[in-house]
């Protein structure tokens, strides 16, 4: 967790000097403005959900922020991307257009998915993104299938398929595991454990809670890691995209995190303390860290207040935009279903 | 400038909620994320937190307060910043639905007939005899030669050259990039497929049998059928998943039954169930070829028949399109895969007894060719629908709606069908034969549709 030293933990390997990733200020700048507007999105969804601009299920990412923007910042352009239901962070780390994933989020026809796909379930295939997927682990497999299409093609890409330590419990994780180590499949599954599944801990659900020894039996490599430490998260994940672009097949991140909100939005947390959370927000947030590292990198507040507007800005014309953008067309029902 | 603070809706179905403590007061400087309140909602006491800093600066609704509508305004905060809602989106929390979709049968029928298709492609040339078992394995080798994309995968394709052979010499002559042997791990390969589709590839996925489709099916609807349709158009999937469907022999329950309509129910997949050797090799052709996922339905036994095929260097047969393989003057019978068969003997028994049938292989389930169908009836005025799988919901039962709806003014009898019994299908021979649907069956179905009794 964010308390041990040694924040990436190696299993069965001496430690590489890879870790010690130094990024320049302006990279670290940049990552702190990723991971901020995500917070400030989620934000936003989350008040416009309380006033029922958005509907449904709404998973927010608030609190594994370092995560996905460690893992894409480490990405090459042609990765792809493939995650579940809690994909907002996952879409603006992928380079998708804040208004067009608020508007998706609000059900109008200027959203991703042109408001037929809503919160858990939007793509960009410009970007790479593949969803976006409401069941969970489904996008395991996929993911898998994405790696094989990256080395059918031998287009040198990457996947990187985001699942949860609940969807880790999921028999077709271990299909693919076994697959993709058979395969020797281009993939990345970062398994982003919040310690909770909804109501469930890790403890309550998983025999062996070591997520990162979950492809052992598949001779798959597994990487314990802070995941409330951006650099940390970048230091696993140039570890684990390299073994994969040389062609050594899969390879786990277990990324150790947590959500500060509930599970979604109707979620009142009850299977937790508020001093639990309170403790994580306080010591890990990962924001928090960043911005501290900035300030003692020479960065000042005067600085960081202008990311933090900029970023303001963006996510509150996101919003208007959302709420300004139209209900798809009644046509709209029956278009989409097959390709003509 | 002041920001409003109003009772959040804490749940998708919550309208109200009682405003039990307030955790701030006036005056408090609070900052995002922290608690400001409790509720309780129509499903349990949540927790407010704020989204924007500032100083509370009233509180307009009370701790205590029962009933409280969101939406409603429950304090006020003091910022220096902007807002952050346009003031029209703050008004209006109820807006209008949208315009209530169209619903009622017609217009369902309407978007299922709306599909065009293209008439099959006359062909007088040269044929040579042909097993389906060949023709769907030469439908794959042709469309792997000529798209590098297309590759098959599923168990014991490759080295073992298809649990049925239809992949024979695939191996050989694709090598095991493009022929890929999987583990048992329906669930795992049908999602890895439907990535690679994702990722422009063309796969095609062979179940060893569709009962075994049943570990994917929640690939196969919840990823493949429906992403197209929640990506506004984005997310294309063209793979087929192809394998053998239906009673094999003597294989009991678990192995032997029909899924068409369990597939045809679900919009997003096309569904193909051929019956002669051309028919499959087109219509596998065309599978491949189709730009969304298509579910492939064969049949056990009829992998060793015989058909006469086109000698056509590239025969494709149009999905969505039915073939009167019988014309016929009494009555309509309609069926696919298997019951082609059995139906046109059936026809051969009717005509002894002056009944002239005319007999249309459906091929393709879904989207149905419910045209050429009605075309049929108008003359006939009887139509008797024939089926391997269960009668409840099936594809029988279907066709008895559409017809209701499409052509109830030519009917001068019930639609009829002729199904599996409604049982899980029997091991013993007797059994198994009485489950599933025969010629006699059809035969007499006709029979009672001609209000004509035996001999009569
Ligand atoms: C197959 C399936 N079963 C159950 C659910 C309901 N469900 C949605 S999210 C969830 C918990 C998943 O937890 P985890 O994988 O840890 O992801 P997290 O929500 O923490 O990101 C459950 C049980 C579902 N969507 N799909
Ligand atoms: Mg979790």
């Known amino acids: ?340 | 400038m002041a920001v409003d603070i109003k009772m959040p809706a804490l749940s998708p179905t919550m309208t109200e909620g009682r405003l039990s403590r307030w955790l701030v007061k006036t005056g408090d400087e609070v900052k995002s994320g922290d608690v400001i309140a409790e509720i309780e909602t129509d499903k349990a006491t949540m927790e407010v937190e704020a989204v924007d800093e500032g100083v509370v600066g009233e509180i307009t609704v009370a701790e205590g307060s029962e009933g409280v509508a969101v939406g409603a305004v429950i304090a006020r905060l003091l910022e220096g910043g902007e807002t952050d809602l346009p003031a029209s989106a703050e008004q209006n929390l109820d807006r209008p639905a949208a315009e209530p979709a169209p619903t009622g049968a017609a217009v369902v029928v309407e978007a299922v007939a709306a599909t065009r298709v293209v008439a099959e492609p006359d062909w007088d040339g040269p044929t040579k005899q042909q097993t389906v078992r060949e023709a769907l394995r030469d439908a794959m080798a042709e469309e792997m030669r000529k798209d590098e994309r297309v590759f098959v995968m599923g168990e014991e394709v490759a080295e073992y050259q298809g649990a049925y052979k239809v992949t024979q010499g695939l191996l050989d002559e694709f090598s095991n990039k493009r022929v890929i042997d999987t583990p048992i791990t329906e669930h795992g390969f049908a999602g890895l497929g439907v990535g690679a589709a994702f990722g422009e590839l063309r796969p095609v996925i062979e179940f060893m049998t569709f009962n075994f489709s049943m570990q994917a099916i929640d690939q196969i609807i919840n990823s493949a059928a429906k992403t197209l349709y929640m990506s506004g158009g984005q997310m294309g999937c063209p793979i087929v998943f192809r394998g053998p469907n239906g009673a094999a022999s003597r294989v009991a329950a678990q192995h032997s039954q029909c899924y068409a309509s369990w597939y045809a129910h679900c919009p997003g997949l096309k569904v193909v169930s051929p019956w002669s050797a051309a028919d499959a090799k087109g219509l596998l052709k065309a599978a491949i070829r189709d730009p969304n996922p298509v579910i492939f339905l064969e049949n056990e036994v009829m992998y060793g028949q015989s058909f006469d095929v086109p000698e056509h260097k590239d025969w494709v047969v149009p999905i969505g399109k039915a073939k009167v393989v019988r014309p016929g003057s009494d009555v309509t019978i309609t069926a696919f895969s298997i019951m082609v068969g059995k139906a046109l003997e059936a026809a051969e028994q009717l005509s002894a007894e002056d009944i002239d049938a005319e007999v249309i292989d459906l091929r393709t389930i879904r989207p149905l060719d419910t045209e050429t169908i009605v075309e049929s009836v108008k003359k006939t005025s009887r139509l008797i629908s024939c089926e391997e799988g269960f009668p409840f919901a099936g594809i029988g039962s279907e066709l008895a709606m559409q017809m209701m709806e499409q052509a109830f003014d030519y009917l001068d009898a019930p639609v009829m069908r002729v199904t599996g019994k409604d049982v899980p299908m029997p091991y013993a021979a007797n059994l198994e034969k009485l489950a599933l649907p025969q010629a006699d069956d059809v035969v007499a179905a006709a029979r009672q549709a001609c209000y004509r009794t035996q001999g009569g």
């Open chain 1, 1 to 340: 967790m964010a308390d041990k030293k040694n924040s990436v933990r190696k299993r069965g390997r001496p430690p590489k000097s890879v870790i010690n990733d130094k990024p320049s200020r302006e990279i670290l700048e940049q990552l702190y403005e990723q991971m901020i507007l995500i917070r400030r999105f989620e934000e936003k969804a989350g008040q416009l959900y309380g006033m029922g601009h958005i509907g449904g299920f709404c998973h927010l990412y608030i609190g594994q922020e370092a995560v996905v923007v460690g893992m894409q910042s480490m990405a090459d352009e042609g990765d792809s991307v493939v995650t579940s239901y809690r994909d907002h962070g996952h879409m603006l780390a992928c380079g998708m257009e804040s208004r067009g994933v608020m508007a998706e989020l609000t059900g109008r026809k200027d959203g991703y998915s042109r408001g037929k796909g809503g919160s858990m379930h939007m793509f960009s295939r410009e970007k790479n993104f593949y969803g976006g997927h409401g069941i969970v682990a489904a996008q395991v497999p996929i993911g898998a299938g994405l790696a094989f299409a990256h080395k059918y093609k031998g287009d040198g890409g990457v996947n990187m398929a985001y699942l949860g330590d609940g969807a880790a419990n999921q028999g077709q994780v271990y299909e693919t595991f076994n697959m993709a180590a058979l395969w020797k499949l281009p993939v990345v599954f970062v398994i982003e454990n919040n310690q909770y599944g909804m109501g469930t801990s890790v403890a309550r659900a998983a025999a062996g809670q070591d997520l990162a020894d979950r492809g052992k039996a598949y001779g798959i490599l597994g990487l314990q890691v802070d995941g409330m430490d951006v650099l940390a998260v970048r230091a696993a994940a140039r570890e684990a995209l390299e073994h994969c672009r040389s062609g050594k097949g899969p390879f786990i991140l277990e990324m150790k995190t947590y959500r500060y909100r509930g599970h979604s939005m109707s979620d009142p947390a009850k299977y937790r303390t508020r001093d639990e959370v309170d403790a994580m927000r306080k010591q890990h947030d990962p924001i928090e860290q960043l911005r501290d590292l900035l300030l003692r990198e020479g960065a000042d507040e005067a600085g960081l207040k202008q990311i933090d507007q900029k970023v303001k800005s963006v996510v509150s014309e996101a919003a208007d935009f959302a709420l300004a953008s139209q209900e798809p067309d009644a046509e709209d029902l029956y278009t989409d279903i097959l390709i003509a």
